[in-house]
């Protein structure tokens, strides 16, 4: 059983990805705004130009040229009118510097929302992954298979932090668990999956088949905490008991609940080289890496063995 806990975990945060990645730069384009008014003295108000699209001022005398026609704030900021608007405004108006902010600021917002970053199958290979990459042929492996998600612009994010959603998506798919139950979450029968997991989340149904299928466990207070990141040891376990692979015996002697797992994958030479500690939080790259060696048997690529990692 894979349990999630804090104890077994270093160096988690929440929240990241693309979502949060575009609220950041939404809030990076606004005070870029707000420190060049400022640095052209500009505190109290900025002058909105109004002018057609050739450049030419809008004034009511040349109405004509004005049927295209957008407010311009310091070469910075564009947001179309229409017509009916021009006719009675003047040349010139002032917005106080609050307001032009949240003009810029819902602009950003606007801009980036159209882009969809929810995870989706790619039918070619992602634009982040080249093929003079060392992933490339791990990650192009699971992509071809409808296994691996990448993200609407064509990308998979190879160096991101591997999520606990994530991770439960990708090892219930069904080319790793051919019996998994698409109807899982109406099976619940009312009962939530996690307190913090709803029926009609993207990753319910994933989240939901590794929990009946003893994959992962929620922490005490009945939280799963889906984006937090998942640390090496963690991965190796979910790994080993879904593809259900011979687990090494050992002596017996070591007491660690994770050794069985990692040296599991050792033997199989599936352990990537860019792993450097059992508590590491992996990435989207070396998670494909793993699987992919153990799928096709691949054992002649450098791997780390347990007794490289210190306690």
């Known amino acids: 059983m894979v349990r999630f806990s804090k104890s077994e975990g270093a160096g988690e945060r929440e929240g990241e990805g693309p979502q949060l990645a575009r609220r950041n730069i939404a809030a990076i384009m606004t005070g870029v705004m707000v420190l060049f ?90 634009t982040d992954v080249p093929m003079t990459s060392s992933s490339y042929e791990a990650i192009e492996y699971l992509r071809s298979r409808n296994i691996l998600k990448g993200y609407d612009d064509g990308s998979y994010g190879p160096n991101q932090r591997m999520r606990r959603n994530e991770l439960s998506q990708l090892m219930t798919n069904e080319f790793f668990m051919p019996s998994r139950d698409n109807s899982c979450v109406n099976s619940m029968a009312g009962t939530s999956v996690f307190n913090d997991i709803q029926d009609d989340d993207a990753y319910a149904s994933d989240i939901c088949n590794a929990k009946v299928s003893d994959l992962i466990h929620g922490y005490p207070d009945g939280y799963f905490r889906p984006t937090r990141a998942v640390n090496f040891v963690e991965a190796a376990k979910m790994i080993t008991r879904v593809l259900r692979i011979s687990m090494e015996q050992g002596d017996g002697q070591d007491p660690r609940w994770y050794a069985l797992y990692v040296q599991t994958l050792s033997s199989a030479n599936a352990i990537p080289t860019s792993i450097r500690r059992l508590n590491q939080p992996i990435t989207r790259a070396e998670v494909a890496e793993i699987l992919y060696r153990l799928k096709t048997n691949t054992t002649n690529r450098p791997s780390l063995h347990l007794s490289d990692f210190s306690l």
Do not use: Y
Not at 63 to 79: D, G, P, Q, W, Y
Not at 81 to 96: A, G, I, N, W, Y
């Open 37 to 126: 008014m400022q640095s052209r003295k500009e505190t109290d108000s900025i002058v909105l130009h109004l002018k057609n699209s050739e450049g030419e001022p809008c004034l009511r005398r040349n109405r004509f040229l004005c049927k295209k026609k957008s407010i311009v704030a310091s070469s910075l900021l564009s947001l179309s009118l229409p017509h009916p608007f021009m006719e009675d405004t003047r040349s010139l108006l002032k917005v106080s510097m609050p307001v032009a902010a949240l003009l810029f600021w819902l602009t950003a917002e606007v801009a980036f929302a159209a882009v969809n970053f929810s995870p989706t199958f790619s039918t070619k290979p992602f």
